[in-house]
């Protein structure tokens, strides 16, 4: 089982940058693969960055390409999402998410394909 806690959120202008950290606690951590996710009121939940658990793939949604990183520190149980060039349309509740086993080089994109998910974290981008 592992047990997730996000934490950066926080109010940015435009432009602006954040760091979203998210706290793993639980024996599978390094064998998880890790997502997050955003979900803005009104609208489902949408997939923006996952990472393998070897942390030797990452993948990102077309929204966020470019913009954002995902990374993993095992070591610390960590992961953590880089976020610039923010927008007003990056408004949402994010959420990190895991997935435990499977190929060391998978990265899932679908939120039923993750097994646990934090509390999320508060993002608004003002304009």
């Known amino acids: 089982q592992v047990q997730l806690v996000e934490s950066g959120g926080g109010l940015v202008q435009a432009g602006g940058s954040l760091r979203l950290s998210c706290a793993a606690s639980?024996?599978?951590?390094?064998?998880?693969?890790m997502g997050w996710f955003r979900q803005a009121p009104g609208k489902e939940r949408e997939f923006l960055a996952g990472i393998s658990w070897s942390g030797g793939s990452t993948g990102y949604a077309d929204s966020v390409k470019g913009r954002f990183t995902i990374s993993r520190d095992n070591a610390k149980n960590m992961v953590y999402l880089q976020m610039n060039s923010l927008k007003p349309e990056d408004t949402a509740v994010y959420y990190c998410?895991?997935?435990?086993?499977?190929?060391?080089?998978?990265?899932?994109?679908?939120?039923?394909?993750?097994?646990?998910w934090g509390q999320g974290t508060q993002v608004t981008v003002s304009s």
């Open positions: 998410a895991a997935h435990s086993g499977g190929y060391y080089m998978t990265v899932w994109r679908r939120s039923a394909e993750y097994d646990y």
């Open positions: 639980g024996r599978t951590f390094s064998t998880s693969a």
